[in-house]
Nanobody, 115 residues
Framework: QVYVVESGGGLVQPGGSRGLSCAAS????????MSWYRQAPGKRRELAAS???????NYADCVNGRFTISRDDAKNMVYLQMTSLKSEDTAVYYC?????????WGQGTQVTVSS
């Protein structure tokens, strides 16, 4: 069994910053791609950022330059540092961890950008 748990969501003012964390635990032999997705109300879930095992990153155009994804393989954790937040960044943020070739998803954490 593999568990994926996100943390760090909450309310933040426009222009502010927020950091999200995600931890994978359980029976894990190898973690491959780690990603953050997000789903805004009434919209489809979309990829925000991903990072491969060798550190290659990929960002959605709308967050590129404002969000930074990183990982700690010793702890099976992935992070998302968000800066210059906008109201359109409001969404539920989901962590996806590819464990032994299977996608494992967290329950999501709400990020609300509002004054």
């Amino acid at each position: 069994q593999v568990y994926v748990v996100e943390s760090g969501g909450g309310l933040v003012q426009p222009g502010g910053s927020r950091g999200l964390s995600c931890a994978a635990s359980g029976i894990i032999h190898r973690v491959n791609v780690m990603s953050w997705y997000r789903q805004a109300p009434g919209k489809r879930r979309e990829l925000a950022a991903s990072i491969t095992r060798d550190g290659r990153t990929n960002y959605a155009d709308c967050v590129n330059g404002r969000f930074t994804i990183s990982r700690d393989d010793a702890k099976n954790m992935v992070y998302l540092q968000m800066t210059s937040l906008k109201s359109e960044d409001t969404a539920v943020y989901y962590c996806m961890v590819e464990v032994d070739d299977y996608e494992r998803w967290g329950q999501g954490t709400q990020v609300t950008v509002s004054s």
